[in-house]
């Protein structure tokens, strides 16, 4: 201490980086030293920062010693100087769990500098998965649906806005239960998180997302712009998840929705718009090659969620090559039984949510729930 006590004398020893690019009171702010941390002060910039533009009080936040930022709180150091990632110490403390650190900076980090940041705090505390902090931002009445910045989301590559992309795309089951029961919004993502969670296979999550009345219809056109909707282009090899989705309200009748075999007045009269000719159907996003081999068991698991549908050109020549084509040239050339046609009519008028909230025998409900489909 007495050496570098000395040292206080020669400011331009408190100049000079290491390898890393920090300063001696970088490496002394993330240090749970406050002596040494005074000391360094006396000869150095408290605003100082490494080329990456992380600041003395960012590294502090990010260790997380409320003693060392409420130092440099004192000697002038400045919580809204952002680093080249746009960061502030207020993302760092939310990100690393520190809630000390973060109970801190809240109310010293101004709008403005959030706002220029182009995320929230929440967004970090997701993505780092921390409970407390996260629920202490919520109190503080940070957004729980806050969105990235075009300039932030860009980064990413996925288009990710909403904190509980962070979380759904973690696989982080806990923290996304959290900021669906605080609010959190669904369908707030172009790439919408309920097909993040489909692709990824995780079960649970497509659960909560489905009980928060996420869209089981949405699209993602970027990749391939489809007739029928998105999900199910993920998980064609998965019968589980595919069942969860037709279970949930996916509109398995899209999938037989094409103009082969029809002249366009009768595709008019059944719904079919004049856009999806431009669109790819079910068909022809299943007659490639490496595709071929599941159709049959997924046009089987399909036809238990519709009425009655005609098989295209085009997909029975597809179907008839597989070992499910006896069952399923039955089942279309049959008249479907009536009380399978009226839970198809009912589940198009009613969701899941208010079939359950509705007075009926749980025979019954669980027969319109298809409940008999699950695996």
């Not at 300063?23 to 002596?35: G, K």
């Not at 309920?194 to 489905?210: D, F, N, P, T």
Request: charged content about 20%.
């Amino acid at each position: 201490m007495l050496a570098l006590q000395k040292l206080c004398d020669f400011p331009a020893a408190f100049s000079q980086m290491d390898e890393r690019g920090w300063y001696p009171l970088h490496r002394a702010a993330v240090q749970p030293l406050v002596l040494v941390l005074e000391t360094v002060l006396y000869g150095a910039d408290v605003n100082a920062q490494a080329p990456n533009g992380d600041s003395v009080l960012y590294d502090a936040a990010g260790s997380g010693d409320a003693d060392c930022i409420n130092i440099l709180l004192q000697h002038g150091a400045n919580p809204n100087v952002h680093n080249l990632n746009s960061q502030l110490p207020i993302h760092h403390a939310a990100y690393e769990g520190h809630y000390l650190a973060l109970k801190i900076l809240i109310p010293i980090t101004t709008r403005r500098a959030l706002r220029l940041s182009g995320h929230s705090p929440v967004h970090s505390a997701a993505d780092g998965g921390r409970t407390h902090c996260l629920e202490l931002l919520l109190q503080k009445g940070f957004d729980i649906n806050a969105q990235l910045a075009p300039h932030i989301s860009d980064n990413y590559g996925d288009m990710r806005r909403s904190p509980l992309y962070f979380t759904v795309s973690n696989g982080d089951e806990t923290h996304t239960e959290i900021l669906l029961k605080s609010g959190a919004q669904p369908d707030l993502d172009p790439l919408r998180c309920l097909l993040v969670a489909v692709r990824s296979g995780r079960y649970e999550i497509v659960k909560l997302l489905l009980a928060a009345n996420a869209d089981v219809n949405c699209y993602f056109t970027v990749v391939s712009d489809t007739v029928f909707p998105t999900a199910l282009q993920y998980c064609l090899k998965d019968e589980a998840m595919t069942r969860l989705l037709l279970n949930n309200g996916y509109d398995a009748e899209k999938c037989f929705c094409c103009n082969h075999d029809d002249d366009w007045d009768e595709l008019s009269e059944s719904g079919y718009s004049q856009d999806q000719q431009e669109q790819v159907a079910f068909c022809e996003f299943v007659s490639v090659s490496w595709l071929e081999h599941l159709v049959g068991r997924v046009v089987s698991i399909l036809l238990e969620y519709v009425g009655q549908v005609s098989l295209c050109g085009k997909l029975t020549k597809i179907l008839n090559k597989q070992k499910e084509w006896p069952h399923i040239h039955r089942t279309t050339c049959n008249p479907r039984s009536l009380s399978h046609l009226s839970r198809v009519l009912i589940r198009k008028h009613l969701s899941c949510s208010g079939l359950m909230s509705l007075q009926l025998p749980n025979r019954l409900k669980d027969y319109l729930l298809f409940k008999d489909n699950e695996l």
